[in-house]
């Protein structure tokens, strides 16, 4: 089945999913095993798999890792066009949206477009949206992009329809990963109640309830990194408030 048709059915069914991301820089591939299992025992819907930069080149390794211990299904969320590898199923085709920087907006999309073309994955063409988290993330500073303000909703809500309108498919809109402040209610309300298409919302969130509150202010898919990768144990309390949001 494929992924955003899972993304989407579960979203007109009032199903929220979270998804557990992968930085193939911060795990150890011997460890990747249980974390896969443990995954699937917690009703994990997806593994989102990336990294700004993956220093130890490990990506393909961790794919096929993660393919090999478990079901999950595998979405690519690269950090650049380097970051393409058909042992996931899928990847997220990103275009930084909030942005003003035509590389991200356009131009690694077209160096990387004929390689997806030839490669067995499904492409799902992403908006993506940056949203100030309270600290310089590495995520800003590898952009070169200015993130959209976390007290300028509105701003969020006009880039999400412009995405919209463009014909992208998600949108996914990101703190950063290890931000100070998840993204506000408010902004995640106003952007999911003036737009149709799934939306994904990630960066700082490190507890249960504000996973919660996150689902219940409006995002289909919740994602979480760094408070996993510091606690694993949070993994199975995450994934049921996840699941237990509704909007
Ligand atoms: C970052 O949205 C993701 O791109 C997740 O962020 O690692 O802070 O959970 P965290």
Known sequence: NPIYKQICQAKSEGRKCFALLIDPDEVSIDGLPALAELGEQTNVDF??????????NTLSACLQQLRTSC???LVLFPGSPLQIDDNADALLFLSLISGRNPELLIGQQ?????????????VIG??????DG??????SYMSNTTPIPADKPDIAMATALAGEMLGLKLLYMDAGSGARYPI???????????????LIVGGGIRTPERAF????????????GNAIENDRRLLRAMAEAVHAGAS
Do not use: C, K, W
């Open 47 to 56: 593994l989102f798999v990336g990294g700004s930069l993956l220093v130890h």
């Open 71 to 73: 079901n999950l299904p």
């Open 110 to 122: 077209v160096i990387s477009a004929p390689y997806l073309h030839h490669a067995d994955l499904e």
């Open 126 to 131: 992403t908006g993506y949206m940056l949203i």
């Open 134 to 139: 309270g600290a310089a993330t590495t995520v």
């Open 184 to 198: 506000s209610e408010a902004m995640i309300r106003r952007v999911a109640t003036n737009t149709q298409i799934p």
């Open 213 to 224: 509150q996150t689902a219940t202010a409006g995002a289909d898919v919740i994602v979480v």
